[in-house]
């Protein structure tokens, strides 16, 4: 059996659109069980979700190797769907990553990461879900370039995951065609600078930056109203350091492990309706275990 481990994914982290990610502790894992006359895909997902070969993750991978023998899988995933927390990035990657064991195609970490980029359109969660910890990437259609992000060891990601989905289309639809030159000038500086405290191990500088973003949570800030709601709840407490994860609508606080906690409480006493967690960012990335 062979076992694809990946981790869920935050993707923005407020002013980093579509090139800033890190990877979370929460899973998807496919399992690779024995050769089979059909593809065979055991999960628990609903019915909405194939159990056979158009299958997301088989799909995806014989996209990659079209001859690709079928096998029976077994999906199990932690990853909320449509939610901002990488979904459909954890189950393309599993699906690259099964045709590169199965076919033997011997593709190394950055060439999975293009072929993913080209396919995601984007490396913001793919990057992360593949290398593991914060990731700064960007794709120029043919190279994808990437270099990783320091967080400080003691941040905890607060997330609120609500019960209702957000599809990226509408989110993608919701932004601007265009920003006026000095508001972009001003956006790329806010994430040039937010990288590099984060880098210098300058929390301190860097939580108000993860809340500086002009990208795009103005512009969707209609879809998801519990991102103000939240981060003046966290602002009460004195925490900064909350932003929509990825398109939404999950909303992430970055913060220390004692306000990580006070936060969590007052969130759960909100009542909001969705589920709140506490985090912690994965530094391993994509795993493959192989056993007899």
């Known amino acids: ?93 599993a699906g690259l990553a099964m045709a590169n064991e199965l076919a033997n195609l011997q593709l190394t970490a950055d060439d999975l990461l293009t072929y993913a980029t080209k396919l995601e359109g984007h490396p913001d969660n793919v990057a992360p879900a593949l290398f593991g910890g914060g990731v700064a990437a960007y794709f120029d259609g043919q190279h994808v370039y990437h270099a990783p992000i320091h967080f400080p060891d003691n941040l905890q990601f607060v997330t609120y995951i609500p019960d209702t989905q957000l599809l990226t289309a509408a989110a993608r639809a919701a932004l601007p065609a265009q920003l006026d030159f000095k508001t972009t000038v001003a956006a790329g500086a806010i994430g040039n600078t937010l990288i590099a405290a984060l880098n210098a191990n300058d929390f301190e500088t860097a939580k108000h930056l993860i809340e500086a973003d002009k990208f795009h949570e103005s512009a969707r800030q209609h879809l998801v109203p519990h991102l103000a709601q939240i981060r003046t709840l966290a602002h009460d407490l004195g925490i900064v350091g909350t932003y929509l994860s990825g398109a939404g609508p999950t909303v992430i606080t970055v913060a220390p492990a004692q306000a990580a906690q006070k936060l969590l409480t007052a969130l759960k006493a909100a009542g909001l309706p969705g589920t709140c967690q506490q985090l912690q960012l994965d530094t391993t990335g994509l795993t493959i275990q192989k056993e007899d």
């Open 1 to 93: 059996m062979i076992t694809i481990k990946v981790p869920a994914t935050s993707a923005n982290i407020g002013p980093g659109f579509d090139s800033l990610g890190i990877a979370l502790q929460t899973y998807l894992t496919l399992e690779i069980h024995e050769e089979t006359a059909e593809w065979v895909v055991e999960h628990t997902m609903g019915v909405a979700i194939p159990h056979d070969a158009t299958h997301f993750i088989v799909a995806t991978a014989r996209q990659l190797a079209p001859d690709l023998t079928p096998h029976r899988l077994v999906v199990k995933s932690d990853i909320p769907l449509a939610r901002g927390l990488g979904s459909s990035s954890s189950a393309l990657l």
